[in-house]
């Protein structure tokens, strides 16, 4: 499938007045997680830092509020335990996994509003793939911001690590995922019918993909 070229620019323009043409993300990071646990990436409406001991309740909710994950997230009530003991073993920066929290600069509070995450995929060498993942709370969905967390997960990636390729995998409903990805230039893949089971009955499940030669086509 060929790689189309996307123009995002003007659409940000409308949604974010402030957001001039050379208002990139500023990101400072080595590349390695003891780097990233103390840096952060700025875009003009939201910012990636590590998550810190007073987001644990954020993280907990995330176990047993499926409102805050969403219906295409939402797997069964799993408690917190899990998420405490990755938060223990290497504070959601690992070699392997990374989970950032997602900020928004017209909170004062720094809190959480949502969460972005990659993992290498192991079916590949080392570096080559990531698989992708952001989360918004619903009180902030549907504003941009799933869209701008994109933009700076993939920003970084393709500018911070030589990854080649990244993934991304999606219930076949999740239409603000869908926008959000086709937004950012991923390209759909393929469907993976009756994939994964949830709420009552087995899903399609449709996998994205962006190259990082799709990227320079698109900012041509
Ligand atoms: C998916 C998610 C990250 C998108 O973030 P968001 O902030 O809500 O989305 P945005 O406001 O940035 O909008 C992204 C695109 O989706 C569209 N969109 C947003 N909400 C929508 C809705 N309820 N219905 C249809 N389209 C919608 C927007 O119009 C936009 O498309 P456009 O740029 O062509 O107009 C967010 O909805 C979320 O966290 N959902 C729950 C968790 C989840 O499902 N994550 C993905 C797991 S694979």
Redesign the pocket.
Same mark, same amino acid.
């Given at each position: 499938m060929a790689a189309r070229s996307v123009d995002t620019t003007a659409?940000d323009r409308r949604?974010y007045p402030s957001h001039s043409k050379g208002d990139y993300p500023r990101m400072e990071y080595g590349g390695q997680p003891d780097r990233l646990r103390q840096d952060v990436f700025v875009d003009v409406n939201l910012q990636l830092r590590a998550f810190q001991e007073r987001d644990l309740p954020f993280l907990d909710r995330l176990s047993v509020d499926p409102e805050a994950?969403?219906?295409?997230?939402w797997s069964g009530f799993d408690g917190v335990r899990r998420r405490r003991h990755r938060w223990e073993n290497d504070g959601y920066v690992g070699e392997a996994s990374v989970a950032l929290a997602i900020t928004l600069s017209s909170e004062v509070d720094d809190a959480p509003a949502?969460l972005a995450s990659w993992q290498i995929n192991p079916r590949h060498q080392p570096g080559v793939c990531y698989e992708v993942?952001?989360?918004?709370? =619903?009180e902030? *969905?549907?504003?941009?911001?799933?869209?701008?967390?994109?933009k700076l997960l993939v920003r970084h990636l393709f500018d911070f690590t030589p990854a080649h390729r990244l993934e991304?995998?999606?219930?076949a409903e999740?239409? =603000?995922?869908? *926008?959000?990805l086709?937004?950012v230039g991923f390209i759909l893949e393929g469907r993976r019918r009756e994939v994964y089971f949830r709420s009552g009955s087995w899903r399609d499940e449709l996998m994205y993909g962006l190259l990082r030669s799709d990227r320079q086509d698109s900012r041509q």
């Open positions: 659409h949604r994950v969403g219906p295409f997230m949502g993942g952001v989360m918004i709370l =619903p902030h *969905r549907g504003k941009g911001f799933g869209l701008a967390a994109h991304a995998v999606t219930d999740n239409v =603000p995922k869908q *926008r959000a086709e937004r």
